[in-house]
């Protein structure tokens, strides 16, 4: 990327061998080492160096039980946090599921670095080692909540200080466009008394396992409600090490 316009000026693969084309790499550019290991860039006056994270997050989800089965909604890793329109109860109780691409190790624990609310539990899954739980209490709606790991090991060897992931808490937003209004009343009314699905969970707003008139009031009930307007441009910290 060109570094003072944002700009993308050319992609590849990671791993991928750089050859003369890597010629490109001028002042104010940002580019990849050879083997993907490393960032470089250059300014007019020097070239640093960043080594990447080695701990690969492969995704994240906020997860819920409706009745006997689990739904996740979706947190993508970039660009605007995704929205967990589901209640959290009296309590304000979330679960966010990190997953790896390898199988853990060791992660130092976890924590609230931006938003109302506090972790209560955290642990590897012991189910599936890929997978790093972290249970929420105390989260309150209408805001981006952003959870934190630190000292995040793997059985590869690999380690990453810190992983940070956001999410957006806007209780009866079953259409995710982070304003609560007719539209999701509406989407929430045509799915009652269907059976709860991976299509449909969202307007299973309480997580009871049924989508009926309690999740229509509850949508009802919070008209009118949004979220804050998100930044196009965030500005990320990653765990680098100059060389």
Same mark, same amino acid.
Request: with cysteine; hydrophobic share 35%; proline share 3%.
């Given at each position: 990327?060109?570094?003072?316009?944002?700009?993308?000026?050319?992609?590849?693969?990671?791993?991928?061998?750089?050859?003369?084309?890597?010629?490109?790499?001028?002042?104010?550019?940002?580019?990849?080492?050879?083997?993907?290991?490393?960032?470089?860039?250059?300014?007019?006056?020097?070239?640093?160096?960043?080594?990447?994270?080695?701990?690969?997050?492969?995704?994240?989800?906020?997860?819920?039980?409706?009745?006997?089965?689990?739904?996740?909604?979706?947190?993508?890793?970039?660009?605007?946090?995704?929205?967990?329109?589901?209640?959290?109860?009296?309590?304000?109780?979330?679960?966010?599921?990190?997953?790896?691409?390898? +199988?853990?190790?060791?992660?130092?624990? /976890? &924590?609230?670095?931006?938003? *109302?609310?506090?972790? #209560?539990?955290? =642990?590897?899954? @012991?189910?599936?080692?890929?997978?790093?739980?972290?249970?929420?209490?105390?989260?309150?709606?209408?805001?981006?909540?952003?959870?934190?790991?630190?000292?995040?090991?793997?059985?590869?060897?690999?380690?990453?200080?810190?992983?940070?992931?956001?999410?957006?808490?806007?209780?009866?937003?079953?259409?995710?466009?982070?304003?609560?209004?007719?539209?999701?009343?509406?989407?929430?009314?045509?799915?009652?008394?269907?059976?709860?699905?991976?299509?449909?969970?969202?307007?299973?707003? +309480?997580?009871?396992?049924?989508?009926? /008139? &309690?999740?229509?009031?509850? *949508?009802?009930?919070? #008209?009118?409600? =949004?979220?804050? @307007?998100?930044?196009?441009?965030?500005?990320?910290?990653?765990?680098?090490?100059?060389?």
């Amino acid at each position: 990327y060109d570094t003072n316009t944002f700009a993308e000026k050319f992609r590849f693969d990671i791993g991928e061998d750089m050859n003369s084309a890597s010629d490109q790499f001028g002042a104010g550019m940002l580019v990849a080492s050879r083997d993907g290991q490393y960032l470089a860039l250059r300014t007019p006056t020097t070239t640093r160096i960043y080594h990447l994270p080695a701990v690969q997050l492969v995704s994240v989800a906020s997860s819920k039980n409706h009745s006997a089965v689990a739904y996740g909604v979706d947190l993508p890793l970039d660009g605007t946090p995704g929205v967990e329109c589901r209640s959290g109860g009296p309590s304000g109780q979330y679960t966010m599921i990190f997953t790896f691409g390898q +199988n853990l190790t060791s992660v130092g624990g /976890s &924590a609230v670095t931006k938003g *109302v609310g506090a972790v #209560s539990s955290n =642990a590897i899954d @012991s189910s599936d080692t890929h997978r790093y739980i972290v249970n929420l209490t105390g989260v309150t709606n209408g805001q981006y909540i952003k959870v934190t790991l630190n000292n995040v090991n793997d059985t590869a060897g690999d380690h990453t200080d810190l992983i940070s992931q956001q999410m957006g808490i806007l209780i009866g937003d079953t259409s995710g466009d982070r304003v609560v209004n007719s539209a999701d009343i509406g989407q929430t009314k045509s799915q009652s008394g269907q059976s709860v699905t991976a299509g449909n969970f969202r307007e299973d707003v +309480n997580s009871d396992g049924f989508i009926n /008139s &309690a999740d229509i009031g509850l *949508v009802k009930s919070k #008209s009118g409600t =949004a979220l804050p @307007s998100y930044p196009s441009i965030q500005s990320t910290t990653l765990p680098v090490r100059l060389k």
